[in-house]
């Protein structure tokens, strides 16, 4: 783990009270900018942020305003492990 210090201005300081732990909220900050421009993949967005399953991640990203990275090669990955799902019988209905 890499340590950072910052000195923050006293005004600023308590203004950002309000966020609870700061360390986390700057981890958050960087994590969402990070896989925003493609630093790092959502599974490590998860692992970094430590949400259990990549649906809590998704939720978080949406709160956020950030694109999902799913393109058309996901959704038809996606969709065809639906179909396999389905000749096995392996999907409930509605």
């Given at each position: 783990?890499?340590?950072?210090?910052?000195?923050?201005?006293?005004?600023?300081?308590?203004?950002?009270?309000?966020?609870?732990?700061?360390?986390?909220?700057?981890?958050?900050?960087?994590?969402?900018?990070?896989?925003?421009?493609?630093?790092?993949?959502?599974?490590?967005?998860?692992?970094?942020?430590?949400?259990?399953?990549?649906?809590?991640?998704?939720?978080?990203?949406?709160?956020?305003?950030?694109?999902?990275?799913?393109?058309?090669?996901?959704?038809?990955?996606?969709?065809?492990?639906?179909?396999?799902?389905?000749?096995?019988?392996?999907l409930k209905s509605l």
């Amino acid at each position: 783990m890499q340590f950072l210090k910052i000195a923050l201005p006293d005004q600023l300081a308590s203004s950002l009270e309000k966020w609870g732990n700061l360390e986390r909220k700057l981890i958050e900050i960087i994590a969402v900018e990070a896989y925003r421009e493609g630093s790092i993949s959502s599974g490590k967005f998860r692992e970094i942020l430590g949400f259990s399953t990549p649906l809590e991640a998704d939720k978080f990203l949406k709160a956020k305003g950030v694109d999902l990275d799913y393109d058309e090669e996901d959704f038809i990955a996606d969709r065809q492990t639906h179909e396999q799902l389905e000749r096995e019988g392996k999907l409930k209905s509605l």
